[in-house]
């Protein structure tokens, strides 16, 4: 189902990956940079919950379609990450640990699909904070102003982004342990 309303919310997200990355290029002042990079952060970000819930509305669940959301995800953070990394608004530790935790649970969860064993590094509640706290801290870290005139998003972006890189050590933590004894079981 490649072309179903939640699947194309889903490929929505992947294609606003080069936009949000391309508007530190246009030559905007910074102000304007932050703002637009943001809005569409916020934007596409929430188009996660919404294919989710379309889906599920009208019957339009897939296997691709629950292949790709994870992958949009994925691509959207990691991109942000990066650009928030050149632009020295996330240490390098912290964009380290969540991009190689995407990597190592990613190529985790294929290799026990291989093996038959799927569920048991199926989605926790930890990696669900996990995202959350990355899809607040990130919007805050891009916007990088002062809001209200009393909130710091670069401040409280940094504490988000820690707290994720936290969260996300965690929960490959949890994900290695559940599938510890199906590695063991098909181990030669």
Same mark, same amino acid.
């Given at each position: 189902?490649?072309?179903?309303?939640?699947?194309?919310?889903?490929?929505?997200?992947?294609?606003?990956i080069?936009?949000?990355?391309g508007?530190?290029?246009?030559?905007?002042?910074?102000?304007?940079?932050?703002?637009?990079?943001?809005?569409?952060?916020?934007?596409?970000?929430?188009?996660?919950?919404?294919?989710?819930?379309?889906?599920? %509305? &009208?019957?339009q *669940? +897939?296997?691709?379609? =629950?292949?790709?959301?994870?992958?949009? @995800?994925?691509?959207?953070?990691?991109a942000?990450l990066?650009?928030?990394?050149?632009?020295?608004?996330?240490?390098?530790?912290?964009?380290?640990?969540?991009?190689?935790?995407?990597?190592?649970?990613?190529?985790?969860?294929?290799?026990?699909?291989?093996?038959?064993?799927?569920?048991?590094?199926?989605v926790?509640?930890?990696? %669900? &904070?996990?995202? *959350? +706290?990355?899809?607040? =801290?990130?919007?805050?870290?891009?916007? @990088?102003?002062?809001?209200?005139?009393?909130?710091?998003?670069?401040?409280?972006g940094?504490?988000?982004?820690?707290?994720?890189?936290?969260l996300?050590?965690?929960?490959?933590?949890?994900?290695?342990?559940k599938?510890?004894?199906?590695?063991?079981a098909?181990?030669p």
């Amino acid at each position: 189902m490649f072309f179903t309303i939640p699947t194309l919310l889903t490929w929505a997200r992947i294609a606003a990956i080069p936009l949000i990355i391309g508007v530190y290029y246009l030559g905007w002042d910074v102000k304007t940079q932050n703002l637009v990079a943001t809005t569409m952060f916020v934007v596409f970000a929430l188009t996660d919950w919404l294919d989710g819930y379309l889906a599920r %509305k &009208l019957n339009q *669940t +897939s296997a691709f379609g =629950a292949f790709l959301d994870p992958v949009a @995800d994925k691509f959207l953070v990691c991109a942000c990450l990066l650009v928030l990394l050149e632009h020295d608004r996330v240490d390098s530790i912290v964009a380290l640990v969540i991009i190689g935790r995407e990597i190592a649970i990613s190529a985790l969860r294929e290799w026990m699909a291989q093996i038959g064993a799927s569920r048991s590094v199926a989605v926790h509640m930890l990696g %669900k &904070l996990k995202t *959350t +706290s990355q899809m607040v =801290a990130i919007p805050f870290l891009l916007y @990088d102003a002062t809001v209200f005139g009393v909130i710091d998003t670069r401040l409280w972006g940094t504490v988000l982004v820690w707290v994720s890189a936290v969260l996300t050590i965690w929960s490959m933590a949890y994900y290695l342990q559940k599938a510890l004894p199906e590695i063991r079981a098909k181990a030669p």
